[in-house]
């Protein structure tokens, strides 16, 4: 009896308290608790590095980076935080840099494609490595993104000297690059020289013409890629490319037939951007009830309203002066994408063309009371 009564108060008496727990302010991340940082490849840090700089945690990828007992080049080409940095402490740690480190500093941010200075590194390491087509095309990114053509060129000097100028991948960035330069007649040379090539190919020398307003060359160009031996068939790429052809250079039956033909011949459905695209062509023609026609032919038959096809059609109203249809696509466009402020000043810039001060007033104020981002992001010489 007394053992049973012993253990009925054991039960009834409240648990222990345990001893305070001191919480630490840094963060743990998983690699503290999962991993013992020992030599790879056993848990693979560089791998780490990269999930934590793709997840936006620099912070916790340059712990992890420190606290490395060992790193080798892949762990150096992974490392966050700029390109240059990156590149001076492998040579520092005399690695020796690879490819890889070339695309690293083309394309990290706080690297070529954002601080002209990194542009002699990348350089200096073209110098350095073992040549491939997937270095030299990284490099040619970086000066694409930036207009570079001095560098372009060489590049492509390099390109020719390593013999990888008919690499088809390394032909489009060159094209790519010279349609960016403004250099057309340029990449079509590159293009014409071309010893195979995709869809790809064909869809930047058209988006080059597109861009540049050479409606009819980019339109004869498709009707070449049609019948070129081998068959490279167009994809939804290459029409939205040709339908920006024709909206540049106001081919408005062109335009149409390209349309239809994606549909009908080649079975590829079109998607908002194609409509966005014809129906800014049909407004800048004048034609606003086909656009309208268009737009809502497009609305109803898609379960959900497109951003940019509202903003297509809201153009179309302001150019042509159609108020009424103007507000109800104002209205939509709000629906669609009310957190984004390009779509208030797009309304407001509408209402102030349509003289309706007080509605053009009413988008200004959406956006001041949200704050400074909204307000960082808007050039505000553009409402008037």
Not at 19 to 32: A, E, F, I, N
Not at 114 to 136: K, T, V, W
Not at 233 to 249: I, K, R, Y
Request: net charge positive; hydrophobic share 45%.
């Amino acid at each position: 009896m007394r053992n049973a009564a012993a253990a009925a108060a054991r039960r009834a008496a409240p648990p222990p308290l345990l001893p305070p727990v001191r919480l630490s302010r840094s963060p743990c991340y998983p690699h503290q608790v999962f991993l013992p940082l020992q030599p790879y490849p056993g848990h693979r840090p560089p791998a780490l590095l990269t999930a934590y700089t793709n997840a936006g945690l620099p912070a916790a990828a340059s712990r992890l980076f420190n606290e490395m007992p060992a790193r080798d080049a892949v762990a150096w080409n992974a490392r966050p935080g700029t390109a240059a940095y990156a590149f001076r402490g492998m040579a520092t740690a005399r690695f020796a840099p690879t490819a890889a480190t070339l695309c690293t500093m083309a394309l990290r941010p706080g690297c070529c494609v954002e601080n002209s200075r990194s542009f002699m590194d990348a350089f200096l390491i073209l110098g350095r490595i073992e040549l491939n087509g997937i270095a030299l095309t990284c490099a040619l990114t970086a000066c694409s993104a930036t207009a570079n053509l001095m560098y372009s060129m060489l590049v492509q000097c390099k390109a020719v000297r390593h013999g990888s100028t008919s690499q088809t991948i390394l032909c489009n960035a060159l094209i790519d690059m010279y349609a960016k330069c403004g250099r057309t007649m340029a990449a079509r040379i590159v293009f014409d020289q071309m010893a195979c090539r995709n869809v790809v190919s064909w869809s930047s020398m058209i988006d080059a013409y597109s861009c540049h307003g050479h409606g009819e060359a980019a339109l004869g160009l498709f009707k070449r890629m049609e019948k070129v031996a081998p068959v490279v068939l167009p994809n939804e790429v290459t029409f939205l490319a040709v339908l920006s052809a024709c909206g540049q250079s106001g081919l408005v039956d062109e335009g149409g037939a390209m349309l239809h033909l994606m549909k009908r011949q080649y079975g590829i459905n079109p998607g908002p951007e194609h409509y966005a695209c014809f129906i800014d062509l049909l407004g800048r023609a004048g034609q606003n009830d086909e656009a309208w026609y268009l737009y809502c032919s497009s609305i109803t038959t898609r379960s959900e309203l497109s951003g940019s096809i509202c903003v297509a059609m809201l153009n179309a109203c302001k150019a042509n002066m159609d108020v009424l249809r103007g507000n109800k696509v104002a209205l939509h466009l709000l629906e669609v994408d009310p957190e984004n402020p390009g779509s208030h000043v797009l309304i407001s810039n509408f209402h102030a063309v349509a003289r309706q001060w007080s509605e053009s007033d009413e988008p200004r104020r959406i956006i001041l009371d949200k704050g400074s981002l909204g307000v960082q992001l808007i050039d505000f010489n553009s409402w008037y």
